[in-house]
């Protein structure tokens, strides 16, 4: 399928083979790659990720792909970010200190506050509260879970950037972007065959 080279970025944390597993599962072969060659060339770029946001972003620029990263998303072209994937997107995160992420949206990545009842981190599966009409979401039923696990969500300073909520208790960005640029604070890759049929629909973007 032409504009299909879909690139799974390899900057050393991450559950990278689980998200290729999942593309290879609805029928998409995707790379897995730390290459900035690769990356800049990628026609649909996925952007994955566990663990803290200081390490990530500083291991992103450390091998230089923080420029591609940056100049596809500044493109048409397809990209999709999970968990971390979507924290690093944001001005500053609030873990361990002040850190600086990659700054594509305005806002700030910060801590749930502690809620008596309630366990952080945030793990588990939560239905969502669709407020944009996204191609990747498509075939999502109303009410389904996905799965999350997380102790920091993103608190974008423009609302209109979010395409879904969840609540923990209060709402929280699950979502970010727009059609072509969509960001998910859940796992796609481990919510099922709701989460599958997500990136499918992103894997059919052209």
């Given at each position: 399928?032409?504009?299909?080279?879909?690139?799974?970025?390899?900057?050393?944390?991450?559950?990278?083979?689980?998200?290729?597993?999942?593309?290879?599962?609805?029928?998409?072969?995707?790379?897995?790659?730390?290459?900035?060659?690769?990356?800049?060339?990628?026609?649909?770029?996925?952007?994955?990720?566990?663990?803290?946001?200081?390490?990530?972003?500083?291991?992103?620029?450390?091998?230089?792909?923080?420029?591609?990263?940056?100049?596809?998303?500044?493109?048409?072209k397809p990209f999709f970010g999970?968990?971390?994937?979507?924290?690093?997107?944001?001005?500053?995160?609030?873990?361990?200190?002040?850190?600086?992420?990659?700054?594509?949206?305005?806002?700030?990545?910060?801590?749930?506050?502690?809620?008596?009842?309630?366990?952080?981190?945030?793990?588990?599966w939560n239905y969502l509260d669709?407020?944009?009409?996204?191609?990747?979401?498509?075939?999502?039923?109303?009410?389904?879970?996905v799965y999350f696990v997380h102790?920091?969500?993103?608190?974008?300073?423009?609302?209109?950037?979010?395409?879904?909520?969840?609540?923990?208790?209060?709402?929280?960005?699950?979502?970010?972007?727009?059609?072509?640029?969509?960001?998910?604070?859940?796992?796609?890759?481990?919510?099922?065959?709701?989460?599958?049929?997500?990136?499918?629909?992103?894997?059919?973007?052209?």
């Open positions: 399928m032409e504009n299909n080279k879909i690139v799974i970025v390899d900057y050393g944390m991450g559950n990278l083979r689980s998200v290729q597993k999942a593309f290879e599962k609805v029928g998409f072969a995707a790379v897995i790659s730390e290459d900035p060659a690769l990356i800049k060339n990628a026609d649909k770029l996925v952007l994955p990720g566990v663990g803290a946001i200081r390490d990530a972003v500083g291991r992103i620029r450390d091998i230089g792909l923080e420029k591609p990263i940056l100049d596809h998303l500044h493109s048409d999970i968990c971390l994937g979507l924290q690093m997107l944001f001005e500053n995160c609030y873990e361990d200190g002040k850190h600086r992420g990659l700054g594509f949206y305005k806002g700030d990545v910060v801590k749930f506050s502690p809620v008596e009842g309630l366990k952080i981190p945030h793990m588990g669709l407020k944009k009409d996204l191609k990747v979401f498509k075939s999502y039923p109303k009410g389904a879970g102790s920091y969500f993103a608190a974008p300073e423009n609302a209109d950037v979010i395409a879904a909520y969840a609540n923990y208790p209060l709402p929280f960005a699950a979502a970010v972007g727009d059609d072509r640029r969509i960001a998910t604070q859940f796992h796609p890759e481990k919510s099922q065959g709701v989460g599958l049929q997500m990136l499918k629909h992103f894997a059919e973007l052209s």
